[in-house]
């Protein structure tokens, strides 16, 4: 049987009987691996972090990390003899240290660390400063530099120390776009190049799609769903993930057989159903923007009511007789602009490759 790298069962944790965590469980099935938790500002997913690495006691639950238990019913390991680097969003550097006596510090616990028997990280000092766009730095104080400088450098402490667990918070919270995306590439390359397990606590999708081999979506005081970020988009599990994601609508639908719908406005829609249905079964559909094309030569033709450009993109709002409204996405270079009230034709037949319905 094939053990996985780390496993979390049943997290149950509360502060004054208000219960923060309820049954937290997922697992990671291999060293190297990168996990997101994505979801809303003060939900819990610090809360994950911290059980993880021993800063919080949990009420009841365990955690098993490369076939060692750190916590259960009957045993607690305490945070620094986890080898776990957990680098916080508040940016923890010591006041009184420069930029290199902060970074030497994880580097020194790494040596003096028993626990620690995975050897120096591939990349010295000065290779992680440059690859976090910071090397001027080395000789400044905490308080010498900008709070982004700041969350790279903890960056730099967390990663060098070469942890058997990297736990990042919002890791990118003070980075300008242009910027973050940079420190993404770098940090993917340094993680997988150096097989660092990781976990990343996020609230930006795009972040936890680029980084993640798996995504676990936070609701509720639950994972609600833990699976890869292609399914988490395409094939989320339930109602709340779509709501959380707020990007598509749900519409009424009959299974008339074997993949095939009807809806009174779109007619009949094909594609691949995730789940088994009844024929005559009444359903929601999901439909995102990417699932309906646009087709001026259709004779299916609805309103268009509103129109956000997103660079790359169009995102038209379609209106249609029974007052659904409609996502579609349209390359914005496309030949057909539409503007507000106009009418927008969408391809028939309807094809859905994925037909998700609750």
């Given at each position: 049987m094939m053990n996985n790298f780390l496993e979390i069962k049943g997290l149950h944790y509360s502060v004054n009987k208000e219960q923060i965590l309820n049954d937290i469980s997922f697992d990671i099935k291999n060293k190297g691996d990168i996990i997101c938790i994505l979801g809303p500002s003060g939900i819990g997913k610090t809360t994950i972090l911290k059980s993880i690495a021993g800063l919080r006691k949990i009420d009841s639950g365990s955690i098993v990390l490369n076939k060692k238990t750190l916590t259960d019913k009957d045993n607690f390991i305490f945070p620094e003899d986890r080898n776990i680097a957990l680098s916080f969003q508040d940016n923890a550097l010591f006041p009184h240290y420069t930029v290199k006596e902060n970074i030497e510090f994880g580097i020194k616990r790494s040596l003096f660390c028993s626990k620690n028997k995975n050897g120096p990280l591939k990349y010295n000092m000065t290779?992680?400063?440059?690859?976090?766009?910071?090397?001027?730095?080395?000789?400044?104080?905490p308080h010498e530099i900008s709070a982004g400088q700041s969350q790279r450098v903890c960056l730099v402490r967390s990663i060098i120390h070469n942890p058997d667990?990297?736990?990042?918070?919002?890791?990118?919270?003070?980075?300008?776009?242009?910027?973050?995306?940079?420190?993404?590439?770098?940090?993917?390359?340094?993680?997988?190049?150096?097989?660092?397990?990781?976990i990343v606590v996020t609230h930006d999708k795009y972040e936890a799609f680029y980084l993640g081999d798996y995504c676990g979506i936070l609701l509720n005081k639950k994972i609600v769903q833990f699976d890869s970020p292609y399914n988490i988009h395409h094939i989320p599990n339930s109602q709340e993930?779509?709501?959380?994601?707020?990007?598509?609508?749900?519409?009424?639908?009959?299974?008339?057989?074997k993949d095939t719908l009807f809806n009174e406005d779109l007619g009949e829609i094909k594609g691949k159903l995730i789940k088994n249905y009844q024929r005559g079964e009444k359903v929601k559909l999901l439909i995102q923007p990417e699932d309906l094309e646009h087709d001026d030569s259709s004779h299916l033709k609805f309103q268009v009511i509103d129109k956000k450009f997103r660079g790359t993109s169009f995102i038209y709002t379609l209106k249609t007789p029974s007052n659904l409204k409609l996502p579609v996405f349209v390359h914005s270079?496309?030949?057909?602009?539409?503007?507000?009230?106009?009418?927008?034709?969408?391809?028939?037949?309807?094809?859905?490759?994925?037909?998700v319905c609750f």
């Amino acid at each position: 049987m094939m053990n996985n790298f780390l496993e979390i069962k049943g997290l149950h944790y509360s502060v004054n009987k208000e219960q923060i965590l309820n049954d937290i469980s997922f697992d990671i099935k291999n060293k190297g691996d990168i996990i997101c938790i994505l979801g809303p500002s003060g939900i819990g997913k610090t809360t994950i972090l911290k059980s993880i690495a021993g800063l919080r006691k949990i009420d009841s639950g365990s955690i098993v990390l490369n076939k060692k238990t750190l916590t259960d019913k009957d045993n607690f390991i305490f945070p620094e003899d986890r080898n776990i680097a957990l680098s916080f969003q508040d940016n923890a550097l010591f006041p009184h240290y420069t930029v290199k006596e902060n970074i030497e510090f994880g580097i020194k616990r790494s040596l003096f660390c028993s626990k620690n028997k995975n050897g120096p990280l591939k990349y010295n000092m000065t290779e992680l400063l440059d690859l976090f766009f910071i090397p001027e730095l080395k000789n400044k104080y905490p308080h010498e530099i900008s709070a982004g400088q700041s969350q790279r450098v903890c960056l730099v402490r967390s990663i060098i120390h070469n942890p058997d667990l990297l736990l990042l918070d919002e890791p990118f919270a003070n980075l300008d776009q242009n910027l973050k995306e940079k420190v993404q590439e770098n940090l993917k390359q340094i993680i997988k190049s150096s097989n660092i397990t990781t976990i990343v606590v996020t609230h930006d999708k795009y972040e936890a799609f680029y980084l993640g081999d798996y995504c676990g979506i936070l609701l509720n005081k639950k994972i609600v769903q833990f699976d890869s970020p292609y399914n988490i988009h395409h094939i989320p599990n339930s109602q709340e993930v779509v709501e959380f994601f707020n990007r598509g609508v749900l519409v009424p639908a009959e299974v008339m057989g074997k993949d095939t719908l009807f809806n009174e406005d779109l007619g009949e829609i094909k594609g691949k159903l995730i789940k088994n249905y009844q024929r005559g079964e009444k359903v929601k559909l999901l439909i995102q923007p990417e699932d309906l094309e646009h087709d001026d030569s259709s004779h299916l033709k609805f309103q268009v009511i509103d129109k956000k450009f997103r660079g790359t993109s169009f995102i038209y709002t379609l209106k249609t007789p029974s007052n659904l409204k409609l996502p579609v996405f349209v390359h914005s270079h496309h030949e057909h602009l539409h503007a507000e009230n106009e009418k927008f034709g969408l391809k028939t037949p309807i094809y859905i490759d994925h037909l998700v319905c609750f």
